[in-house]
């Protein structure tokens, strides 16, 4: 597996890269850090502005990047031969996914520091970005880094359910695991007592559609390596997956890729997840 794991100072990014290691034993891994200079990236702007000692003020930032990526290095397993450093004057956001595509990267991962969903719409955020306009699978970490026992897969669909299976039989944790697999029957809102538009009947068939997911699902995921329960519960994916998140140590999503007006009017289930949940979320794509 090769990962790319992006770096800073932050107390988030040193968690992510610990959470790497805690689910994985990656036998490629590549630490990324982007020093953002803002406008004054560019030197023609700094240099019109008549900015004083900005090839000083880049020459530290630069280094001070080279520092946190050789302090992220020491955080990796001694067994893992393989670890490069990217440390470039860039978008951190941008670098990360370019690094990812140009490694072929299987996971990246990234911290994430807790900012609101309005804050992030104002002043945006790595991981937002990266989750947003990355294509490949994305593991954000949220809080401080914890051994995985008990995670949860939620899936909407066969589609969903078909992913999630591939990954995680591909990719086994490091640790045997509990799963339990979550479907979330929606509400549909009617209350008809005389039954006249039949939603008793379309009720009882999106049941027995979830039961016979989950536990095909399940079925899929056994595995000396897994543990596999199943659950099917009524209410809105991302109410149903919060109060589910708060007892296990990850949760397994998918990510239908939207972009644009149709996440706008549409949402995103896996970007809500992650702005909810208080433990780290595995966006398979």
């Keep these: 597996m090769r990962v790319v794991i992006g770096v800073d100072w932050s107390d988030q990014a040193f968690a992510a890269v610990t959470q790497t290691f805690h689910l994985y034993h990656p036998s490629d891994v590549t630490l990324v850090h982007a020093v953002d200079l803002g406008i004054l990236q560019n030197p023609v702007v700094a240099q019109a502005g008549n900015v004083q000692g900005y090839e000083d003020f880049r020459r530290a930032m630069v280094d001070a990047g080279r520092k946190a990526l050789d302090q992220a290095a020491t955080m990796v ?15 951190p956001a941008q ?49 401080a880094s914890r051994k995985v026992q008990r995670v949860l897969v939620a899936i909407e669909d066969r589609d969903d359910a078909d992913r999630i299976a591939t990954w995680l039989t591909k990719h086994p944790f490091v640790d045997p695991a509990e799963l339990c697999v979550l479907h979330a029957v929606v509400p549909i809102g009617v209350d008809d007592p005389y039954d006249a538009m039949g939603t008793s009947t379309w009720w009882a068939e999106a049941e027995r559609y979830a039961e016979e997911l989950v536990k095909s699902t399940a079925s899929k995921l056994m595995t000396p390596r897994y543990s596999v329960s199943t659950k099917v519960t009524t209410g809105h994916a991302v109410s149903v997956i919060e109060e589910e998140a708060k007892n296990v140590d990850l949760v397994v999503i998918t990510s239908h890729g939207r972009t644009g007006i149709s996440r706008f009017l549409l949402g995103s289930v896996s970007h809500a997840v992650v702005h909810h949940v208080t433990c780290p979320v595995l966006v398979l794509r």
């Design 95 to 143: 670098l990360i996914l370019d690094s990812a595509d140009n490694l072929s990267a299987d996971l990246v991962v990234v911290g994430v520091r807790g900012r609101s969903r309005l804050s992030e719409m104002v002043l945006g955020s790595v991981s937002h970005r990266v989750l947003l306009h990355g294509s490949r699978p994305t593991l954000i970490v949220n809080g």
């Design 77 to 91: 397993p001694p067994e893992i031969k393989s670890i490069r450093k990217i440390n470039e004057v860039a978008n």
